[in-house]
């Protein structure tokens, strides 16, 4: 999922070395947290969260098969 996330998330942005996602694995949950440079993260988010209700949509549908919940979660500093 992480790897999904990434390749994502890097093509959306300016600064793809500053991507960062952190995962934390559960039994049957997975969270993963988005970090981008500061100027990124509208391009993460997108026009009313239209580009972030996407990438969930397609993280949950990955999960789907792994019969996991994965929660997508984008952290402004």
């Known amino acids: 999922m ?15 070395d500053e991507v960062v996602i952190k995962e934390t694995a559960g039994d049957t949950i997975v969270i993963l947290e988005i970090s981008v ?28 098969k792994h019969d996991k919940r994965v929660t997508v979660e984008i952290v402004t500093d």
Request: proline share 5%; aromatic share 2%; net charge positive.
């Open 37 to 64: 440079a500061p100027a990124d993260v509208g391009k993460v988010i997108g026009k009313d969260g239209r580009i972030a209700n996407a990438i969930r949509t397609v993280v949950k549908a990955a999960a789907a």
């Open 2 to 16: 992480k790897a999904l996330v990434y390749t994502i998330v890097k093509e959306l942005v300016d600064a793809p």
